[in-house]
């Protein structure tokens, strides 16, 4: 079985924090406040993350009172090394208790069945009652299909709803006076992004070479370009303009001696000169 990975404050982002704990946050905190000049550094940029999803407040472990409000509102109370007059930090996940709550973010770690609660719980609005941008949000981790149907026709024996849950979907059903909306969701297969490594070797003369590489290829692609357009242009030709091609070339090439065996008066003359200037 394939152990979790430990993740530290440098390696959050608004994804993957929506898969933390509030004690595995209280630890990243901890452990990155032990290097107190990169943390402060950086803290700004570690808050912006974690405050989508979290709420964080600092206070001290032996003000019960306060402790006690806090826990009573849904924080959970962590002690810390003591800082700047507190020694705890209590910790809140932010609830998503309505479906307006959803984002790209966390709808990527919800199951079926909580989303289809929030939409149950949505003023009886349905699935075609919501927004199309939450529509877009939850169909993109779930495969959604919404049907009305007679109550009688819906809910028989082998019919719709049989068949979307023996292909793994969830059922939500909103009665609609005698009609019943179905709403059958499944989550689609996770999909890893692939993460392309744009580093550049320190060395300059390794990054021309490599440079210099790459233009080659690039060279060498257009030049086979020509070659096939040429191929497929000749090929299209018939074989009287292949010959007059053939033709137009070879009086490209002529050299510019005249011909022994066949000299006009104008050769003449040339070789008159030629010999005139040997002399």
């Not at 349905?126 to 927004?131: D, N, Q, T, V």
């Not at 086979?224 to 009287?240: C, F, G, H, S």
Request: with cysteine; aromatic share 6%; proline share 2%.
């Amino acid at each position: 079985m394939r152990q979790k990975t430990k993740l530290s404050l440098d390696d959050l982002n608004k994804g993957n924090v929506w898969t933390v704990a509030s004690n595995e946050l209280s630890q990243m905190i901890i452990d990155a406040k032990k290097r107190r000049d990169e943390f402060a550094e950086s803290e700004k940029h570690y808050m912006n993350i974690i405050k989508t999803v979290f709420d964080i407040q600092y206070l001290r472990r032996e003000d019960m009172e306060t402790v006690n409000k806090l826990e009573q509102i849904g924080y959970e109370v962590y002690s810390t090394p003591d800082e700047n007059g507190n020694n705890a930090i209590a910790i809140r996940k932010h609830p998503i208790k309505k479906v307006t709550d959803l984002t790209l973010e966390n709808i990527q770690h919800l199951t079926a069945e909580e989303v289809l609660d929030l939409i149950a719980h949505n003023m009886g609005t349905g699935w075609k009652g919501l927004s199309l941008a939450i529509q877009d949000i939850i169909e993109s981790a779930f495969f959604v299909d919404c049907t009305v149907m007679p109550e009688k026709t819906m809910r028989k024996e082998g019919g719709i709803i049989d068949r979307r849950k023996d292909d793994g979907y969830e059922v939500l059903e909103i009665e609609r006076g005698t009609w019943i909306e179905g709403i059958f969701m499944k989550p689609k297969p996770k999909v890893e992004k692939v993460h392309i490594d744009y580093s550049i070797e320190d060395d300059e003369d390794g990054r021309r070479r490599r440079r210099k590489s790459i233009d080659a290829e690039e060279d060498d692609f257009v030049d086979e370009e020509e070659e096939l357009e040429v191929e497929e242009e000749e090929e299209d030709m018939d074989d009287e303009e292949l010959k007059k091609l053939d033709g137009e070339e070879d009086e490209e090439i002529e050299d510019d001696e005249p011909d022994e065996n066949n000299i006009q008066i104008e050769d003449i003359d040339v070789i008159d000169d030629i010999a005139e200037e040997e002399e």
